[in-house]
């Protein structure tokens, strides 16, 4: 049976998040490795971030705006608040004209429309960041000590995109995927919605727009028993507000109808994962947790609800309120005390568009069979947003191999000469049709050279999901400074998509070639402590995460800087990366470091052993990683040393 219940509550309301159930994936898989944008919000002009969990919309999916609240993520602050959001709803109104118990607060005066309460002024702050996440909170307005619906004395931290679609459904001639995290600990008489509705609304008769709750729940008092009451949300509805007869679930009985989708329990207290999905057919789906919960056709996004109607835009809003006047059930008083420790969390929200249903790139020559080399220039045929994405640059010279695309690809002085992959800029990227003869991880080679510091890309598979970690180019500028480094890339058996995607400017690709697949090493890849001297943890002094940065022993106490992450390269050979600084263990003078990952001989280590024991030697000078009886850090030959000996076990 189908649930959505995640794990117990393990963190503070201002702490890190918990992690959802095995339905819900943890932030840690849906975080892209690349830096994430906000994005324009056209399939031209997209973001960098993850695909849509779980699959939803399929593989031809764009991110179009990624929303990733938190001081980690791309709505760092109130100034990336502001300029993405507005406080009030599409119509002007901050309570749902004056349904709603609690009135939107503005962060300040600029901000603020019609008399609007403004933090700090009529309301405590209302809106918090973490480092992963956005938490509003209900307050009272105006110091008062109980909160009424009908007096509208309360306040909340709800908002609405500025960013909207022009249209939607046939109309816009793309498929639609809305995709949102969140939690929320709430109090009585509690408001909450993700939802999309129109610029034009009218009631007569019935509904005449479009209108579409992902998720509304409220905390209605409907008895004197329990189950009569909906405090902590859970329960809930997933329908459509105009048009409801398309929907082929009933949600009467909230209760019944989560059940008949097969889920018999909610706890809103754990982040949960809601998409809705509105394609170019004009059918629907919604969904929570990767679980259909709603679905419908023929739902027309027009002024009147039919296919020849006024066609209307669509907004993007996230209601976090409480009560409303008119509906019985939550329009009671309470103890403005009663808002003490309840809060709506935001992880993410991110929307996504087909790519205009332009076909899928087709390979260039043929799928490149792995192991083989691909040419970086013999990226896929489909041109931009299908195979490839390129920023308009003017200027740019046409190439003669391939002169209608706007990738840039100059003569290669490297050996073999041909042409190479040069212009790069974060969020552009390539797509290449290869056939992997097995599935495995393979050794790749990429040949590249430097045009400015700092250059890198990756490889990414259809999903996704960062397959290679960054790639550089450690050689200096020039037309000569061609070089080879080393990554491993684990794929399935068959044909396949890998994309590169550019991460930052100054660098420049000949080709990659996949080597022979990779036995496994002796410790899999994962997350790992590295305890020598009296059981002390490695760790990188002063939790410092700068190039060049030292290293020390000192007690396990768990932090980020002691926790390193094994990347198998082949045979006993590893990439040893900070987990904190994301900076690989490196020698460099003669010493210990960590400084920039670049697949250096300094920077790749063998680790044998066996029985939670092991030896940590450099592959460049065969010195082993250790430590001399004062529990100072050393590199010396292997002379079979209990401070050559660590204990490598991983972080739970």
Not at 3 to 29: C, E, H, R, V, Y
Not at 91 to 108: M, W
Not at 415 to 436: C, N
Request: charged residues 15%; glycine residues 14%.
């Amino acid at each position: 049976m189908n649930t959505a219940k995640g794990f117990p509550l393990l963190f503070s309301l201002l702490g890190a998040a918990a992690l959802g159930s095995g339905l819900i994936p943890p932030a840690s898989a849906q975080q892209a490795k690349a830096p994430e944008t906000i994005g324009g919000g056209t399939v031209a002009d997209h973001a960098v971030g993850p695909a849509p969990s779980y699959g939803i919309g399929g593989p031809g999916m764009v991110l179009v705006k990624n929303w990733h609240f938190g001081t980690a993520g791309t709505i760092k602050n109130y100034d990336d608040m502001s300029a993405n959001f507005l406080y009030h709803d599409q119509f002007g109104t901050i309570g749902n004209g004056t349904n709603y118990g609690a009135l939107t607060v503005a962060h300040d005066a600029a901000t603020a429309i019609n008399n609007q309460p403004v933090e700090g002024v009529d309301s405590p702050p209302v809106r918090k960041f973490t480092a992963d996440s956005l938490i509003t909170l209900l307050t009272p307005l105006d110091g008062s000590t109980r909160v009424d619906p009908s007096k509208h004395n309360a306040g909340n931290g709800s908002f609405m995109a500025k960013w909207r679609l022009p249209r939607a459904g046939s109309l816009l001639g793309r498929d639609i995927v809305w995709e949102t995290r969140v939690r929320y600990v709430t109090p009585p008489y509690f408001w909450f919605a993700l939802w999309t509705a129109g610029n034009k609304w009218k009631w007569d008769n019935g509904a005449a727009g479009a209108e579409q709750d992902l998720v509304e729940s409220f905390g209605s008092d409907n008895g004197d028993d329990p189950k009569y009451k909906n405090f902590d949300g859970r329960t809930w509805h997933s329908s459509s507000v105009s048009q409801p007869g398309h929907d082929t679930v009933g949600y009467a009985d909230w209760g019944r109808g989560m059940a008949r989708q097969g889920i018999d329990s909610y706890d809103a207290s754990q982040y949960h994962t809601w998409t809705w999905q509105y394609n170019k057919d004009n059918s629907y789906a919604m969904y929570v947790d990767g679980i259909k919960v709603q679905g419908g056709s023929d739902y027309h996004w027009t002024f009147g609800s039919k296919a020849t109607d006024e066609p209307i835009d669509m907004d993007f809003l996230f209601d976090a309120g409480w009560g409303h006047t008119q509906i019985a059930s939550v329009n009671k008083p309470l103890p403005a005390s009663a808002f003490d420790g309840k809060f709506y969390e935001w992880n993410y929200s991110r929307v996504y568009l087909s790519a205009d249903g332009a076909p899928r790139g087709a390979p260039f020559k043929g799928p490149q069979v792995l192991p083989g080399t691909v040419k970086a220039a013999d990226y896929d045929r489909g041109g931009q947003t299908v195979s490839y994405y390129y920023a308009p640059a003017a200027g740019r010279c046409p190439n003669a191999y391939r002169p209608k695309d706007l990738v840039a690809l100059e003569p290669c002085a490297d050996v073999g000469g041909g042409f190479a992959l040069t212009g790069f800029k974060p969020g552009q990227y390539v797509k290449y049709t290869v056939r992997a003869a097995k599935a495995g991880t393979y050794g790749v080679a990429f040949r590249v050279a430097s045009t400015a510091p700092g250059g890198s890309f990756h490889l990414e598979d259809a999903k996704g999901v960062d397959l290679s970690g960054p790639i550089s180019a450690p050689s200096a500028p020039g037309p000569a400074a061609w070089s080879t480094v080393s990554s491993t890339v684990t794929v399935p058996a068959g044909p396949q998509t890998l994309t590169l995607v550019q991460d930052a400017p100054g660098v420049k690709l000949n080709w990659f070639r996949f080597g022979a697949t990779v036995p496994a090493g002796l410790l899999p890849d994962g997350t790992y402590k590295l305890l020598g001297k009296d059981g002390l943890a490695l760790d990188v002094s002063g939790q410092n995460t700068g190039n060049g940065s030292g290293l020390d022993l000192y007690r396990y106490v768990g932090q980020a800087n002691q926790a390193w992450s094994l990347h198998h390269l082949g045979g006993d050979v590893y990439e040893i990366i900070g987990v904190q600084s994301e900076r690989g263990l490196t020698v460099g003078n003669g010493s210990a470091m960590i400084s920039d990952y670049l697949g250096l001989p300094g920077q790749k280590w063998m680790i044998t052993g066996a029985a939670g024991t092991f030896k940590i030697k450099d592959v460049a000078s065969g010195k082993l990683f250790g430590y001399d009886p004062a529990g100072n850090l050393d590199l010396a030959a292997d002379a079979g040393l209990p401070g050559q000996q660590w204990k490598i076990e991983p972080v739970l």
